[in-house]
């Protein structure tokens, strides 16, 4: 690292976050401390940091005292980071000029109960990132085309919705589909709740829009075997019937639905007369045998165990509607739904709940612990709610399966090198903020590849996805942080490859140089995560302000 | 939220509302009111020197009138724009009293008591409606007894409670003990006041007033008109601190809630309000049962509701981590009534629906998960933009265009359209942007037409 | 003819709505009837399952 001749002068701001910290914290004190820290010239605190005034009290430093380095201590980086940095940035500072430290995930949260021990602790981070700071090294951002073209992986509503939308914002793409025909699951549904829409004509018009537009090029019987690249430059290859595709693209959404658990060994399913709520469409659709007259409905089956916990949010509403559809065909048939608890949520759902108890649908609540029975004409139910045994006749038990994630989820989550969740469904970027996005840049999800969903999330997720994914097609570009792995020592490099095997991104390659085989990082691939840094021993690559010498500053001062 | 504060191409038009929508699709023309603040937006740097000089105190919107604020104020601390604002209704500038110190002390110059409304005229291709909900004022459901008995707060007033930027900084101190605690530093102040007032007399006489005032009332200075003063002043200060004593023993036995019960579908599934179910409250609920055992870890709690609705990616999960790990117990049944037992404990009486009996159930504290209401003015903003209402008040729209209008160019967006929770007003307000941004595409390709 | 959006409301969805269409480079003027926009999303204390503050 060259000689230093600036002077550095480091201003740190100390947020109160309300009493999130100060209340748990002695900020008196760990202001004093900080005063006393090399470098640091200007010590503030602020009731809250991230606030407009907090802002531009940070910029008002960087002018009026001649900051050169920026240290905030608050809260977790994943929220302010990016504001912190860019207000640097507008007053002037490089942007990665800046270092926060985390007073109150790892300070006043966890040491509620002991002030003083959290309070030296936090002395000890904000010396940590003084010690830093004094280190750090102006960077500049990364900026990478982005090839205006799509790829929809799903030709069932959500990608079928996903892909037209871009189509009409006049972006052209791909859209691969597993199956011979598009439509997915819908292909398989009789009618759509609660309007009782026709799935096969919905299916139908879909397809005539999708096939008949000329921004989107269908490939049915499909795969997509490999992706390589990153944001704004995919190369994607498509196993066609007619041979492997090759396309280039910007940006990807994942659609590849859900699909329905059979239920082999419970509760008697054989099929035929014990039958899930997906046959159970066929039947509806094939016009129901008269002779069946008494209907029992069976929910969370397969769902809310121990092996698969979570509720999967639309067998409620497909049993009620299937319900209603019965009454509808055979009047004197009876239904009862055996139920945990009727998920019918929002404003049509617990509607069509209503209005199926006025047509008569008959609820039985059952009690996990104490399962119904299914014996050959009957089934036999402990009704939790009147305490007793009952024995409903049924020509016809239907079983409300789960959806569960698709087959290929993996083999996609590998491809696109994106996470599943524990029960197989892709990982949205953020539960609350990012429900559309994943944390990698450049790829998209929607509809029940994620979680479950009814027709009218699907389609509103297909409308999100693709509004997401026109961002970057939109700007023509990515602007890439550039925190990223630099081959720092390329004398040190071996060419050996090793940290090329380990990068999760494909972010690395070995390139033959006039100095022989040297690795070089493909930088707006780069997530910064540092795999190769920490594996490389002949120590030739680093990460952009995680530098050795920036870390072990930190452990110095730690150890101080 | 700073995001949107911070984006170029983001006007914000903060304390405004639109007035009149005219035109179609592609060329809608709008006419929007600005309200005046009293403060120049341009100027004020938020720092919030005037609100505390401001003389005049005012219950806090923000807080759900469990805290205060002053006449002139921001909305909340992080609040975008940091601008603060003059209540016109409170402050005693604009209501012909003397006053104007928020004026004198601003060293921005901000503000600006002759501000008026401003009326803006936009040309928009679209309009995204994302007017959101109210909470439903559950004050109508006699049975509940809310605002009737002080331990019975809404699902959002408890969120308030639990924050750390809220009235009581994030401990779950009970109504009924905070308005104590108020009395008390009331009483206080006028006992100080009482005592000045005596202690002047002590010293005149040089005796100690309860010494005095013995004497006084055995008969003793009858027709001197000082003592008679000084015992008037005597028995008012009496008369202040013999409460203030008995108030103060009984804060000594105040603690945190511990005992929560959080009541499901007030207002919702309900025919005499709301028959649709709002969709979010039960993890709400769940959310705030685990939340206040994390302050607190001896806190149980009781959540009652005909189904326990969690729907969403790892909702269900949740909730068997809440009842494994937070004490929290889910009772099914509606409760019927909610009476006032001892020491201001709210009492919940129900019927357990598995175990068939009626039982009356004693707690610290009473939340009720309240409903996603269509906002108040939702009919007139309808009218306004010439969209048609389903028939609870929420914007229409279908399954298959759940985002759009019954009025082309004209999209909707979170819980103006149904009740939702957050991620899902995420997603479709992607969805919204998405059509309106096909919209935006259209009016390019007619602009290339016409040049072509 | 402007190509410009409006967006009525501040709150979660009205500013994602309004941030989507920014960041495609499209103008969006958004209307928010009280002083400050962050909506109801801005009174919750922490949001599940993260427990992150809600802003």
């Known amino acids: ?560 | 939220m700073l995001d949107v504060g911070r984006h170029p191409n983001i006007e914000l038009l903060a304390y405004s509302e639109v007035e009149k929508v005219e035109g179609e699709a592609g060329n809608f023309k709008v006419t929007i009111r600005r309200k005046g603040r009293y403060v120049e937006e341009d100027k004020c740097t938020g720092c919030g020197a005037c609100a505390e000089k401001c003389p005049t105190v005012v219950s806090d919107a923000f807080n759900e009138g469990l805290g205060e604020r002053r006449a002139i104020y921001s909305y909340f601390a992080q609040g975008i724009p940091s601008t603060h604002t003059i209540d016109a209704d409170h402050c005693r500038q604009l209501n012909g009293k003397k006053c104007g110190i928020c004026a004198k002390t601003c060293q921005a110059e901000a503000i600006n008591f002759d501000q008026e409304d401003r009326i803006l005229e936009l040309d928009v291709a679209g309009i995204i409606i994302a007017a959101g909900y109210d909470v439903f004022d559950p004050s109508v459901i006699p049975e509940y007894r809310y605002r009737e008995i002080a331990n019975v707060v809404t699902a959002i007033e408890f969120e308030r409670l639990l924050s750390a930027s809220g009235p009581t900084g994030g401990h779950m101190d009970r109504p009924s003990d905070r308005a104590v605690e108020a009395e008390i530093a009331g009483l206080e102040k006028k006992a100080k006041k009482s005592q000045k007032a005596i202690s002047k007399l002590e010293e005149k006489f040089n005796e100690p007033s309860a010494q005095f005032y013995k004497k006084y009332q055995a008969g003793e200075y009858k027709d001197d008109e000082d003592r008679k003063k000084w015992a008037d002043k005597y028995t008012a200060h009496l008369a202040v601190t013999e409460p203030l004593e008995e108030l103060k023993k009984q804060a000594e036995g105040f603690t945190v809630a511990k005992r929560l019960a959080f009541i499901q579908c007030v207002g919702s599934r309900d025919f005499r309000f709301y028959p649709f179910c709002s969709g979010y409250c039960c993890m709400h609920s769940i959310k705030e049962a685990i939340i206040s055992h994390e302050h607190e870890p001896e806190t149980t709690s009781s959540i009652f509701g005909m189904d326990i609705r969690a729907v969403g990616k790892g909702f269900e999960e949740y909730k068997i981590r809440g009842g494994n790990n937070s004490n929290i117990t889910y009772v099914r049944g509606r409760v019927a009534e909610i009476t006032e037992g001892p020491d201001n404990n709210p009492v919940v009486i129900y019927e357990d629906t598995r175990e068939r009996k009626v039982k009356r159930q004693e707690f610290d504290m009473v939340v009720l998960a309240t409903a996603c209401a269509p906002i108040k003015g939702i009919a007139e903003l309808a009218k306004t933009l010439g969209v048609e209402l389903d028939k609870y008040n929420f914007i229409k729209t279908s399954s298959l265009s759940p985002v759009d209008s019954t009025t082309p160019g004209i999209f909707v967006c979170g819980c103006a359209e149904s009740p939702m929770d957050v991620p899902e007003s995420v997603a479709q307000a992607s969805s919204a942007a998405e059509r309106a941004a096909e919209i935006a595409f259209q009016m390019d390709l007619e602009k290339e037409k016409a040049v072509a | 003819m402007s190509k410009d959006i409006l967006v009525i409301g501040g709150g979660i969805a009205g500013m994602q709505s309004s941030l989507d269409l920014a960041d495609m480079g499209i103008k969006v003027h958004l209307v928010e009837k009280l002083p400050s926009i962050g909506g109801k999303m801005a009174q919750l204390d922490k949001t599940f399952p993260t427990n992150d503050c809600a802003i």
């Open chain 1, 1 to 560: 690292m060259p000689e230093k001749k600036e002077d550095i002068r480091i201003g740190v701001f100390l947020c109160h976050c309300g009493s999130n910290i100060a209340g748990y914290l002695n900020m008196e004190e760990l202001a004093e401390f900080s005063e006393k820290l090399p470098h640091v010239t200007f010590v503030q605190r602020n009731l809250y940091t991230c606030s407009e005034g907090g802002i531009n009290e940070i910029k008002k430093g960087i002018k009026e005292q001649n900051l050169n380095r920026v240290v905030v201590a608050s809260c977790t980086p994943r929220t302010h980071e990016p504001l912190f940095r860019s207000s640097c940035g507008e007053a002037g500072l490089n942007p990665y000029l800046f270092e926060m430290v985390n007073i109150r995930d790892q300070c006043s949260w966890v040491h509620m109960k002991e002030q003083e021990d959290g309070t030296n602790k936090a002395k000890d981070l904000v010396r940590m990132g003084v010690a830093k700071a004094a280190l750090l090294e102006p960077q500049e951002s990364i900026m990478s085309e982005v090839q205006v073209r799509a790829l929809v992986i799903g030709g069932g509503i959500a990608g079928m919705t996903s892909a037209l939308a871009l189509a009409n914002r006049g972006y052209e793409g791909g859209l691969v589909e597993r199956e011979e025909a598009l439509g997915g699951l819908l292909n398989n549904l009789n009618k759509l709740g609660p309007t009782m829409i026709e799935a096969d004509e919905l299916v139908e018009e879909k397809t005539r829009s999708v096939t008949g537009n000329s921004n989107i090029t269908v490939f049915t019987n499909a795969r997509v075997t490999e992706v390589q690249g990153f944001i704004g430059k995919y190369k994607v290859d498509i196993e066609t019937e007619s041979g492997v595709k090759k396309i280039d693209i910007g940006v990807i959404i994942v659609a590849t639905g859900g699909r329905p658990f059979v239920p082999e060994g419970l509760y008697n399913y054989d099929g035929k007369r014990v039958v899930t709520q997906l046959e159970m469409e066929k039947l509806l659709k094939a016009g129901l045998d008269p002779a069946i007259k008494n209907v029992v409905m069976i929910q969370c089956v397969g769902s809310r165990n121990e092996e698969r916990p979570y509720c999967s949010r639309i067998c409620c509403q497909t049993a009620v509607k299937n319900a209603m559809l019965i009454r509808e065909l055979n009047p004197d048939a009876k239904v009862s739904i055996l139920y945990r608890d009727m998920q019918m949520y929002g404003v049509e759902n617990e509607e069509m709940f209503r209005d199926s108890k006025a047509k008569g649908v008959r609820y039985i609540n059952y009690d996990p612990a104490n399962p119904p029975q299914v014996e050959p004409d009957k089934v036999r139910v402990y009704h939790a709610l009147l305490g007793r045994d009952m024995d409903l006749p049924a020509d016809l038990v239907v079983l409300s399966t789960p959806l569960v994630s698709q087959e290929d989820a993996e083999v996609i989550s590998r491809l696109l090198r994106v996470p599943v969740d524990e029960n197989g469904f892709f990982l949205e970027g953020h539960v609350k903020l990012k429900p559309l996005d994943f944390a990698t840049d450049g790829i998209f999800l929607c509809g029940s590849a994620h979680f479950p969903a009814n027709i009218r999330e699907a389609v509103a997720q297909g409308l999100g996805a693709a509004s997401r994914a026109s961002i970057p097609l939109s700007k023509g570009s990515v602007v890439v942080e550039p925190i990223i792995s630099v081959l720092a020592d390329e004398d040190a490099c071996r060419g050996c490859g090793l940290c090329v095997a380990l990068c999760p991104y494909g972010a690395l390659e070995i390139q033959k140089t006039e100095k022989g085989r040297k690795v070089h990082v493909i930088d707006v691939a780069c997530k910064g995560c540092g795999v190769c840094a920490a594996t490389c021993y002949q120590h030739a690559l680093s990460i952009n302000s995680f530098t050795d010498q920036q870390i072990e500053a930190q452990l110095e001062a730690f150890l101080d």
